[in-house]
């Protein structure tokens, strides 16, 4: 089976722009997580999407958008980037929203660095 | 959300068993508790998890004492593989949509040969 993938792996991007990232989650999952980790500190919770729909958000400015779409993969899209916005971004995929018994599988990430 | 507290770092040598503590002393009856830890230059992985008993697998033992306000993480032969930050993560095992890992700083081991 195959893993969660994320691209692009490393992007730059100047202040103000709007970025895209995306993942492909793993073979028979249907949920999607998004996470920012900045340095040096555990990943923080963005959102969820659930059946293409979002089923949980973290405590991030609506500037912080996503998708699901019906093959499970989704998209994060950031606008008016700010120096803050650093960090690198993981996708983690599951079955079904509540995956208490197996857990997420993350995928390794992108690395966003904002100038 | 329950929070959990762990040592910042440790430090074992290579084919030894490490002992990583974790403290939740505010864990509620329905949190589970996980672990996951994550390599350099990766995503976390999954670890194993537990509610009361203590737990095998084919990673790591997880020993939860019997007040639920502590746990341990047992990785029994460490190799360099396993150096990585290590997450202990308190999951509700009821209500609501969403099922959120909350991360803290975690556990940096590192491995000595």
């Known amino acids: 089976e195959t893993g969660v993938t994320q691209s692009p792996t490393h992007l730059i991007k100047t202040r103000g722009q709007q970025v895209t990232l995306r993942c492909s989650s793993q073979s028979g999952h249907n949920t999607v997580s998004w996470y920012q980790q900045a340095l040096g500190q555990g990943p923080q919770f963005i959102f969820q999407?659930?059946?293409?729909?979002?089923?949980g958000r973290g405590n991030f400015p609506p500037r912080f958008s996503g998708l699901q779409f019906p093959n499970y993969s989704s998209e994060l899209n950031v606008n008016a980037l700010e120096l803050d916005d650093s960090a690198l971004y993981l996708c983690?995929?599951?079955?079904?929203?509540?995956?208490?018994?197996?857990?997420?599988?993350f995928g390794s990430g992108t690395r966003l660095t904002v100038v | 959300d329950a929070k959990t507290t762990q040592p910042n770092s440790m430090e074992s040598n290579e084919e030894e068993p490490v002992h990583l503590p974790c403290n939740h002393s505010t864990i509620s009856g329905t949190d589970y508790i996980h672990w996951y830890r994550q390599l350099p230059s990766q995503g976390p992985e999954y670890v194993i998890h537990?509610?009361?008993s203590n737990v095998n697998n084919r990673m790591a033992s997880l020993a939860i004492a019997e007040d639920r306000k502590s746990s341990t993480l047992i990785l029994h032969r460490a190799t360099l593989r396993d150096a990585a930050v290590y997450y202990c993560?308190?999951?509700?095992?009821?209500?609501?949509?969403?099922?959120?890992?909350?991360f803290g700083t975690g556990t940096l081991l590192a491995v000595q040969p």
């Open positions: 537990g509610l009361t």
């Open positions: 993560i308190l999951r509700d095992g009821q209500g609501g949509a969403t099922n959120k890992l909350i």
């Open positions: 999407y659930y059946r293409e729909e979002e089923n």
């Open positions: 983690a995929s599951s079955l079904g929203s509540r995956p208490l018994n197996y857990g997420y599988t």
